[in-house]
């Protein structure tokens, strides 16, 4: 029970997998459809080991909604490595600590110190973000080594002959195609080969990012700005997580909630911010508050799905990566997290290849180093939306009291 958000730690596949050995012998012609964190950090793998790599994107332009995100030690390992560090230590905020409160009362039922603790234990820190700012990173990265489409949205793909087609009528061969298409992939079905729509997972998550110029007027919240940490406040089928940004100029909050059978194919869906007032109802204070603070928000409906037992389809042309195949609850703060490793375990792999009969049992390797520590994750995601909200009563009192022994012995 005292599990909740951990960092991850690196496996072994991916310790090798932040270096990039070589140039490829043999250069290969990639297509991904997708640019996302994903397809951005694969296009630079890739590019960086030596392949040509085409990129599809259905959106006019490359852009991302304006939340923060949290890069736990095993991504920020990898940007360090890849040269961002300077650019990712000046744009995140580092929290000193995480906090869980109880979401009527406020009072702490587990905190661990986070900080330095986290480059001493993990190697590497943990930064908040806004997601354009690491966006706008991997794009720099990725650029030098990728053709990028936009307005392309890929239609079909035919996976014997490693061919794609665009809306507009317009076909790609490649050599191999990764489907990096989010969630809500359509390379995914080609993959297996049947039908596979995303879970809802009863889950929906507002959005708002709060300026920090306005809590610091209030002596609740000035609190939250001046010492930053990581704040989640745990209710029953609820919970809101919320940290700072921009050099703590803003502070992200995120609020989930029972969808209410919201089932909206986009991410960015305005919600209401009544609505989302009165879902957090009877809060304590600094909730309120926090809220009162909020003009506009956005609802994400959260989707997952079940592990796949592929990622790989039989010709051998066509693999997956990141939410694509395995989509998460974003519980553990981990979905971009294992996309961008997905991503650097296929440039380790691809850099060593030398013939093109190499090329299935590579994608295959893909699969079998990163299958056990995705799948772990997609469902250590799920069981925290159990322990997270569960209701009032003994089971929840049980929850808090082993996070609370956690927190007593980390303040030893
Ligand atoms: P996406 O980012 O979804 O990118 C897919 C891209 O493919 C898009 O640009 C899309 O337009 C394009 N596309 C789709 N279909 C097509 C097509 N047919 N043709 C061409 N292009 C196409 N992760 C973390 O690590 N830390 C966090 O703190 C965190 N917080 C989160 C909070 C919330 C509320 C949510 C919902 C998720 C969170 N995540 C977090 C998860 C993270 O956002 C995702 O796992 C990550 O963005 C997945 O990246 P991706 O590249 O696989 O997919």
């Known amino acids: 029970m005292a599990l909740m958000l951990q960092p991850e730690v690196p496996n072994q596949a991916l310790k090798s997998a932040t270096q990039f050995p070589r140039l490829a012998v043999l250069r290969l012609h990639f297509a991904i459809v997708g640019c ?16 040509t790599v085409t990129v599809f994107e259905s959106a006019s332009c490359i852009s991302e909604v304006g939340a923060g995100i949290q890069i736990s030690p095993n991504l920020s390992r990898l940007l360090i490595r890849w040269g961002l560090g300077p650019e990712l230590l000046r744009a995140s905020v580092k ?65 014997d002959l490693g061919e794609l087609t665009m809306e507009s009528g317009r076909r ?39 300026p920090t110029s306005e809590m610091v007027k209030d002596s609740d919240l000035k609190p939250l ?31 989930l909630h029972p969808d209410r059978g919201i089932r909206g194919e986009a991410y960015d869906i305005p919600g209401s911010v009544q609505q989302m007032k009165a879902d957090f109802a009877g ?7 926090l809220l009162a603070l909020i003009s506009h928000t956005l609802i994400w409906p959260l989707f997952d799905r079940d592990p796949l037992d592929t990622w790989v389809h039989p010709s051998g042309k066509v693999a997956l990566l990141g939410d694509a195949c395995h989509p998460m609850l974003p519980y ?30 590579l994608l295959r390797a893909y699969q079998a180093l990163r299958y056990p520590r995705t799948t772990d994750t997609q469902l250590a995601s799920r069981l925290n939306q159990k322990i997270f909200h569960l209701p009032d009563g003994p089971e929840q009192e049980a929850r808090d009291i082993s996070m609370r022994e956690g927190m007593e012995s980390s303040l030893r």
Request: proline share 5%; charged share 20%.
């Open 95 to 159: 929290p000193q600590s995480i906090t869980f409160r109880r979401y009527k009362t406020g009072h702490r039922v587990g905190w661990t110190k986070w900080g330095e603790n986290m480059d001493k234990d993990f190697g590497s820190p943990y930064c908040h973000l806004h997601r354009a700012d690491l966006l706008d990173m991997l794009v720099k990265l990725a650029s030098p080594y990728m053709t990028l489409f936009l307005n392309s949205r890929v239609v079909s793909v035919n996976a």
């Open 283 to 289: 809060w304590e204070p600094r909730v309120e508050k």
């Open 36 to 51: 996302g964190l994903g397809g951005l950090a694969a296009a630079y793998c890739l590019g960086r080991a030596g392949h």
């Open 172 to 210: 790609f061969r490649a050599d191999v195609i990764l489907g990096a298409d989010g969630v809500k992939s359509m390379v995914r079905e080609i993959v297996i080969g049947r039908p596979d729509k995303p879970i809802h997972t009863g889950d929906a998550a507002y959005r708002a990012v709060i």
């Open 225 to 255: 700005v001046d010492h930053p940490e990581m704040t989640g406040w745990i209710g029953p089928g609820r919970h809101i997580m919320g940290y700072c940004i921009r050099g703590s100029r803003e502070y992200n909050i995120v609020m």
């Open 332 to 361: 553990r703060a981990q979905g971009s997290a294992m996309a961008i490793e997905d991503a650097a375990v296929l440039g380790v792999l691809f850099s060593h290849i030398t013939s093109r009969r190499q090329i299935r049992p």
